[in-house]
Structures are given as C-alpha cells and as structure tokens.
DNA sequence: TTGAAAGCGATACCAT
DNA sequence: ATGGTATCGCTTTCAA
C-alpha cells in the first residue's frame, strides 16, 4: 500500500497525468466513458491526491481557518464557542474544505503567529470572531487582502463582510416584552461597550425605552463583561436602585444575574423579572427557567462559511453582510405566565 | 509585496538557497555569520517559507488533526470541550504546529471525511477524543499506522498512546468522601457504560463501597449519558429509592440531577448530598456549589499534544500511557459546609 | 477532448 | 560549511 500518484492512476486507466487531474477535478473536458474508466480505478486503488501537492501547484490550501483573537480568548469557555464551531465544521464539512483553529492567548503570540492566517499561504481565508473596536488583527487582514468575514459586525464595517444577529432587535423585543408585562423600572447589564455587540444591544435597551417614553436612568445601565461573575457582580450594583426587571445582554451573564438574586433573597419573577440573550442550553434549565432572545448560533458559523467560500470562489466583490433575526424566548423568568 | 521565495532570500543574501534552507530550518551546519546575513535579509523582507511546497518536499505538513468523532459529537457543547482545545490549542502553538478541527456528524460523513485524517498526507498525526469501544476509525488509524494519540484510555490500550484522568481514583475519592461524612444510601449517577470513563467512574464507586463493606444495591445505579438532560432523569429513576446521596460522573449530569431534586422538593445536601466530576465553571456556580471531583482538563489536552510530537519526532515507540491525577473540591453540595 | 511540459517553492542528498 | 540538483505530486497553460 504504498502511495498512490497521479501518474500511477494515469497508466492504469491509459490516460495521461492531465486527464486524471481533469477527472479529479471535475472539469468539463473529459469524455464520459475516460472519465467513467478513471474514476473506476480511484475507486479501485483508493487513491487521494496529496493534499501539499495540489496546494503548491494551484496556489490553494483549501483550509479555512477559524481566528479566535486574543480579545476574545477569555469567553471561549462559553458555551457560544462549541455551537458556532459546530456551525463552521460541518459547513466546512458539506463544502470541502479543512478547519484550522488559531487561538490566540498572549499578546507576544498573536503577535507571533499572526502571519498564520495573514498571510494567503496556509490559509485560503479566514472567519474571525468578533474583535473589538479596530484591532490591529482587521488590519493586517485588509492590508494582505486575505479574505475574511467577521462572526459580529465590525466598528467599520465599509467593506467588510460579516454575519451578526440583529442585535438592536432582539434588545428591542426583549425589552418590550418586559415592559408589556407592566414593569417600569427596567435595568439593563450590558456587554462590554468597547464591543459593538455590547453597544448595539444597549441601543435596543434604549429604543425600546424611547419608544415608550420611559425615563432613561443612568443608574439602570451597568456593564458587563459577558462572563457569569460579571452578571453576578453587576446584578450587585444594580440591586440599590430597585430595578423590577432586568434585560441582561447574555446568558451567561443572566445566570450570573440569577446568582445575585437567589443570594440577595430576591424573587424572580415576583420582585424582579429577568431577561437573558443567547438562548444556550443553560437557559432552559436555569432556574427559575430563562426568558431569552434566541440568536441562531449555528446558522451564523454555516453563513459565515459560505459567504467566506464565496469571496474565495467569485474574487473581490462587494462585501456580503448578512443580519439574521433573533427571536423571543419566553419562559418562567419573564413572569409571562 | 510580492511573494518572496527561498530563492530570492538566497540571492539578496548572496549564498545559495540550500544554506537559506537550513538557516530557516535551524540547521547546525551554517557559519555563524553566514547565518546572522541570511536572518537579517529574512528579517527586513518579512520572508516566510511556503507551507505546501514545504510539506510537499518534507512529506510533513506541521498540521495535527483534532478528531471529534460522530459518536461523542452530541457531548461536544459541553464546557468541557473549550477546555479541551484551549490546552491542546496551546500546546500545539508553543511547539509550533497547527491545529485543524475534525467534527463528524453523521456516519455517512465520517465515511467521507475520515480519509482526511486516516492517512498521512494532510495531517501528521491526531488526537482522538475519546471513542466508545472498538471503533472502526481507531481500526483505521492503527492500519495505515498515523501516529495518534487519544484523550481517554481506549478499550484495548495494548499499543496505543493515550492521556486519560484518573477517573477510578476520582469517583473512589467522592464516593468515600460522601461516606465519610455518614451518607450510607449512596446512589451513582454512571456515564454511558459502552465507554470506559463511564465504567471506569461506576468502577471507583463500586470500589469505596466494597471497601467499606456496604451492601450493593443495584437500584442505586442508573445509566445517564453525559447530558443534562441525561442527569435529570436519571436523578429521577433514584427518587423512589431514597438515597440520602449520589455521586454523579460528570458536573452537567450533576446540575441536572440538581434540578430534579428541586423540583421534587428536596434540599441539597441536607436530604442529600451530591459529588460530581470534572469542575467545570457550572459547578462552583450551581445552588447549592457543587462539591465534585476536579480533572485537569487542559493539561489533558496538552499533554496529549506533547505525547503526540513524541510520537511524530522520535517514530514509533512504546505506547505513552499518562495517567493525571484528580482532586476532590469541596463545596456545599455534599454537606461537608 | 487529450497530452506534453513547465512550473509551484521548498527539502535533502551528494559533491566539493 | 556551502552549493548544485533531483525530487516531492499536482495544476495549468499551450498545442495538437
């Protein structure tokens, strides 16, 4: 079983080197019954063209490779990560190509093996999860025209392609919701504000107070970090002020919420009603369980790959930035019924 | 900025490019200064050698394979993964290798795809994580012999490398903790048993109670399957045997079982107390905190990492077989306050 | 539709 | 210690 070559294929079917790359290929130039008798005999043979070869010759690599910035390292552990990947990899999967993983921890790393993925050599391009306000990453990205797309849209986002959830919305529903039920005094724990999904929540908070003319008081906004001890912490700064609701722009953040008033002797949704984001499987089985806007986690890594093959495949072109809708959750937490 | 090549490193150095080769390539052979002018020109020009025309020369491509296989992919949202990657993910950038992901869905996928990791072309070798007994991709791995190295102690572990928790110890230490403290109904939770971490946990129970002489009770051990889900049901099949404590093989089936028990309305520890396993970020942050039995999760991935370079640099060799060990973390779940 | 041949950019062996 | 050169396995013009 030694290794099987282009050539060895091509003496076997009678055919020359060109005619099985065709086949492999799956270029149109091949008369049916040549192409029928080579791939006879990959089938026979089980052979695989090697992988460095065909990259070296066509300038390809077929990898795609997924970036999780420094920034961002710190939440990996959320279970956000396993379900975006799993909407990357089986992407990835159904379209041919390789996943690689870039984490970045220390600021020397990233420094160090950026070139990784900034450079079209290994990678054919790249998905970046969300980065803040204009990270040096965005830059070498654009500088080395390695194509990318953001998961989260990007402070600049002229040019760029990206996929996000609508943010803005989901806060706006979330928050309303909260106010149909008849409460007043509504706080909100945001993300961190040097994010734009952190920011772009916050936005949704507002307008949906706006629109209803509710006063806005600084004193009901405390941000997070998107990490349950800050929900927990922040839920603590919030509680003098007597909030009776709060929109937490996370999961994570929610449970964390929920820890702070279990300790304080609150009752949720009796004394405050609460209001998470992400819908994850913690949401469901907290307790009591969580009212949450719904993003489609999965879908958002499956369109960042096929937006991503489609730069690679059609070239330069005009940035594909896709929004996916979100969607109202409700469960026990909210106090509808 | 054209790309460069080892070529024109050579030129503009003025040597010739077998000596830029093995400058790049650490070579001893190289007079120092020769080596100072070759490093300066690659440092000025920010060269970097091509990866394919690299791997397609050296038949290694730097790239090692993380495989989730089908059969544990349902378990892959489990914070216990992200762990998992950020060590192996780690490892694999301080020994300078790449890290790509292989997540299989279903079978016809993993019929597909395995290919990809199976031979030697695209990866150099893989981590496997851990597979139920026998599977037909281990059988692969041995037979085309890509070095590997698994995540979990495999079945049949004769010639095979692997790093694994100490899982008998481990659930041993709950188990004898929990009677300890005076607990004499005590129930286990197990994982699925078609996997050796599942029996191997169920094993280190049956263990402190031999030990200790108490009598077996076979409805006091129920098959979960790693879910949450999983746990909640299981934790209801004990309910009508009153045990007055339960060690539970994994911290999600552990929060689950939690749930069950507040909804039937008892209280934790004083009805009964419960031990979980691995420490992850849910259980210091469950109600009550979850006592369990904490496995160094990242270290299991990078030594899985460190085992496999051995493996890929020094060629076959006797299996590595490295077994961590576990700690008990108490909290307030069992009743030791 | 098919084949011949020129790369792709490195590594590594063999001389010197 | 250094240079010359064959080689790795495939893609892709260009001709036929």
Redesign the interface.
Known sequence: MSKLTLEQIAELSGVSRSTVSRVVNNHISVSPEVRQRVLQVIEETGY?P????R??ASQR?G?IG?VIPRSVQFL????Y???L??GI??AC?THHY????????TEE?EQR?S??VT?K??VDGVIVSALPVKDPLTVQLLE?DVPFVMIGRPTISSGISFVDSDNTEGAYKAVSHLARLGRRQIATITGPLNTLVGLDRRQGYLNALNERGYPLDEALIVEGDFT?TGG?LAMQRLLPHYPDAVFVASDTMA??AL?AL?NAGLAVPHDIAIVGFDDL??AA?A?PPLTTIRQPIQQLGGQAVISLIDLLTHGPQPPRQIVLKTQLVIRASCGAQ
Chains 1, 2 share one sequence.
Do not use: C, K, W
């Open positions: 695989h090697d992988p460095a070869a990259s070296l690599s990898i997924l990996f552990t959320d279970p990560y396993p379900r990947m799993q990899a089986q999967n390789i996943l690689s993983l870039f984490l970045f921890y790393e093996l070139p990784r450079r050599q290994l080395n349950e927990y449970l964390g820890r279990r499987p913690g089985i307790d």
